[in-house]
């Protein structure tokens, strides 16, 4: 399988301002998503990052708080926007080679504390 | 959205014990997989099962893929302290709908394991 690497790892924001989290895939991957984990809780999908394209958010997500791209088969970034203290968390880049029944593997996370 | 209820919510057990944890949807599910997220880390991908009725090992780890296609079942035995961690059930639902292709998660199993 893919390994993916995140950056930062880590990163601690004041209210308002806005965070880049970058994605990076040792191998083309078919699908590359957008999770989010918050403390204790399970992962939530944020958005699918589609190549060349907008990104397909799912409900309670949309694009001016959460924008996504994705210039390759290898490359997503999400962005946090005008953050607030309820947007700490974890944010988790995941990947998929091949149909949606193929194993899906998952980057190391950032875990984002905004104050 | 599909929605996979987990169980039990955490355990507290000795090394040496079994453990047990299992997996229920409403919906059909046509693949199970099974994840453990240690601390600071992302999910990795432990078992995965694609036929009812399935029974699949790895290593101490054994899952099971219902007859009914709606619930699955993890046990891992003789527990190790290395086995601490948080365990997920996570299926694409089947096709037809909104959520083809996408991973849900269940909210997740917290092990703890004492030496």
């Known amino acids: 399988s893919a390994v993916i690497s995140q950056k930062p790892s880590r990163d601690i924001c004041q209210r308002g301002t806005s965070l880049t989290i970058q994605c990076q895939v040792d191998s083309q991957v078919t699908m590359m998503f957008w999770y989010r984990q918050q403390p204790g809780q399970s992962l939530t999908l944020i958005a699918t990052?589609?190549?060349?394209?907008?990104?397909?958010?799912e409900s309670g997500f949309v694009i001016d708080k959460f924008p996504i791209s994705r210039p390759n088969l290898t490359f997503s970034t999400l962005t946090v926007s005008n953050m607030s203290p309820e947007d700490s968390s974890i944010y988790l880049c995941s990947g998929r080679q091949g149909g949606p029944y193929n194993e899906q593997f998952f980057g190391p996370g950032t875990r984002l504390t905004v104050l | 959205g599909q929605q996979l209820n987990q169980s039990p919510q955490s355990m507290f057990i000795q090394e040496g014990e079994d453990v047990s944890m299992n997996c229920t949807s409403s919906?059909?599910?046509?693949?199970w997989l099974w994840y453990k997220q240690d601390p600071g880390e992302g999910p990795v991908l432990l078992i995965a099962l694609y036929k009812a009725g399935e029974l699949t090992s790895n290593g101490r780890l054994t899952a099971q893929f219902g007859i009914t296609r709606k619930d699955s079942f993890l046990n891992i035995s003789a527990s190790i302290p290395s086995d601490v961690g948080i365990y997920f059930c996570a299926g694409p639902p089947g096709a037809g709908g909104t959520s083809y292709g996408k991973l849900t998660f269940g909210q997740g199993t917290i092990l703890t394991v004492h030496p």
């Open positions: 990052a589609n190549q060349g394209s907008e990104a397909t958010y």
């Open positions: 919906s059909i599910f046509n693949t």
